[in-house]
C-alpha cells in the first residue's frame, strides 16, 4: 500500500501505463482554484493563452500550489520513489465547441530524456469527459517500444508538431473521466489523445508533465528541473525557483529560460515551427 495509492492502483499503473482517477482536492477547492486562476488569466493574459501555456507554474501562483499538492506528490512517490524533480507543466485549456484535439501519441518521444520512466499526473480544474474531449488511453501501450511518429502539422492539432502513431486500434481506448479536483497519471510511453470539446463548456486541465527521478536527465537542451522531493542531483543541471506571487520576477526569468529550452527541445529537427 502506497501513501495515496492502493496496491491495485500501483498494479494497474504498472500493467496498463496509467491510472484514474485520483481525488485530490474536493470539487469545492477545485472551484476556488478555477476562480484563482481565470482572475490570474484575466489580470495577466499575456502569460496563459494558447501559444503560452507551458510552465504556467512558474508564473501563477495557483498553479505551483497544485504542482506543489502533498497527495499530487505522495502518489507520484508511489510510483517513482521518495526522490523526484518537476521538469515542465502544460495547461491544456479546450474552449466550448472547440476543433481541437490531440493525436495519439507518446510522450517520452520528443521530451529528449535519457529514460521514459517518468510520470505525469493531469489534475482537472472542470470536469473531463468524453463530451468535453477527456483524455483517451491505450492500456499497456508503454510496455512496447516507442512507436514511429509522423509529424502532420494539423491545423487542429495542439501537439507541438501534430505528431501522431498511425494505426492505433481505438476500440481499446479507455476514456479518464474526471471530476474537478481528480486526476490521473500516467506514463511515458503510453500511447494517449483527446478529442475535440465539443460541449458548451470549457475544459481546463493541469499536466505536471513530468516529474522524474535523479537518474534520468536531459539529453537534448540544458537540463533545467525544479526540485520537489527528496534528493536531486543532476550533472550541470540548473534549478528553478517556484514563484513567491503572480508574475514574480525570479520565477518568470526562470519560466523564458524554461520556454526556450523547451521549444529548442520539442522543436528539434522539425520542418515547421508554430506556436504550441
Known amino acids: 500500500m502506497g501513501k495515496v495509492l492502493s496496491d491495485e492502483q500501483i498494479h494497474q499503473y504498472h500493467e496498463q501505463g496509467f491510472v484514474s482517477p485520483i481525488d485530490v482536492i474536493s470539487e469545492y477547492e477545485a472551484g476556488l482554484y478555477l ?19 507551458n510552465n504556467i507554474h512558474l508564473s501563477y501562483k495557483c498553479l505551483d500550489e497544485l504542482a506543489h499538492h502533498p497527495v499530487v506528490l ?45 510520470v505525469t499526473p493531469w489534475l ?26 509522423e509529424d502532420t502539422y494539423a491545423e487542429d492539432n495542439i501537439l507541438t508538431r501534430g505528431q501522431v502513431v498511425k494505426n492505433v486500434d481505438e476500440t481499446h481506448a479507455v476514456d479518464l473521466i474526471l471530476k474537478p479536483g481528480q486526476m490521473s497519471l500516467h506514463h511515458g510511453k503510453v ?21 522524474m527521478p535523479p537518474n534520468i536527465k536531459q539529453l537534448v537542451g540544458k537540463n533545467l528541473w525544479l526540485n520537489m522531493r527528496g534528493t536531486n542531483v543532476r550533472e550541470n543541471s540548473i534549478a528553478l525557483h517556484r514563484p513567491a506571487h503572480d508574475l514574480d520576477p ?27
Open 124 to 149: 482537472a480544474l472542470t470536469s473531463s469527459n468524453p463530451a468535453t474531449g477527456c483524455m483517451q488511453m491505450i492500456p499497456g501501450s508503454h510496455l512496447s517500444e516507442i512507436f514511429d511518429h
Open 74 to 118: 505522495d502518489a507520484v512517490e508511489d510510483i517513482i520513489g521518495p526522490d523526484f524533480a518537476l521538469w515542465a507543466t502544460v495547461l491544456f485549456c479546450k474552449e466550448p465547441s472547440s476543433p481541437h484535439y490531440v493525436s495519439w501519441h507518446q510522450d517520452a518521444t520528443y521530451m529528449g530524456m535519457s529514460s521514459p520512466a517518468f
Open 35 to 53: 476562480q484563482r486562476f481565470q482572475e490570474a488569466e484575466h489580470n495577466h493574459p499575456e502569460m496563459a493563452h494558447p501559444h503560452k501555456r
Open 250 to 276: 525570479v520565477a518568470a526569468s526562470d519560466r523564458a529560460l524554461a520556454d526556450a529550452n523547451l521549444d529548442d527541445i520539442l522543436y528539434l529537427g522539425a520542418t515547421q515551427k508554430r506556436g504550441f
Open 191 to 211: 500511447v494517449h489523445g483527446s478529442r475535440p470539446n465539443t460541449s458548451k463548456s470549457r475544459r481546463i486541465g493541469f499536466a505536471m508533465q513530468s516529474f
